[in-house]
């Protein structure tokens, strides 16, 4: 296999309709600075793949941007956004940071590592949950809170929780 055909079939990792959207964000910015779509493309893939870029999606987006592979691996090690290993269906992210913590986030982390018996990091069994450590989501005044999905979820409390949790199922 030559190096184009390489190239060629780590692009294809990536799907037509994921390179019409990564193409949409390479068209604002200046001719020849692809590279700096690099978060969107990142992004993008990232939702293509159910959540979570494999080293191949990245060397992907990397050969698509037309920028060293370790450039688009530096993007996506640095930010918390991206996920380098499987999620489960409903990513919980929980806000650990001071204002959370006074209002008693350590309590919804224990309840949430309890009932799902899975810690941060992990993905339950059945694939329907992971639960995800984050420093601050800027929901201070709401706290202690998550974010699943798009969706941010305040004034958490034990049964609060519940609810959401069974909504999802």
């Excluded at 055909?5 to 600075?33: F, V």
Aim: glycine share 8%; proline share 3%.
């Amino acid at each position: 296999m030559t190096a184009q055909q390489q190239t060629q079939s780590k692009i294809d990792l990536i799907s037509e309709d994921s390179r019409q959207e990564i193409d949409h964000w390479i068209a604002k910015y200046p001719q020849g600075q692809r590279q700096s779509a690099v978060m969107s493309a990142l992004r993008i893939v990232q939702d293509q793949n159910g959540g979570w870029l494999s080293d191949e999606l990245i060397e992907a987006v990397a050969e698509y941007l037309q920028m060293p592979a370790i450039a688009a691996q530096e993007v996506a090690t640095f930010y918390s956004m991206y996920e380098l290993k499987p999620v489960g269906c409903h990513k919980i992210c929980v806000c650990t940071n001071i204002s959370c913590l006074l209002c008693g986030s350590n309590g919804i982390v224990d309840h949430l590592k309890k009932k799902l018996g899975i810690d941060f990091g992990e993905v339950t069994n059945d694939g329907k949950f992971s639960l995800k450590e984050v420093e601050c989501l800027g929901a201070c005044v709401g706290a202690p809170m998550f974010q699943i999905g798009e969706h941010y979820y305040e004034n958490l409390t034990p049964q609060k929780v519940d609810e959401i949790l069974a909504g999802l199922e």
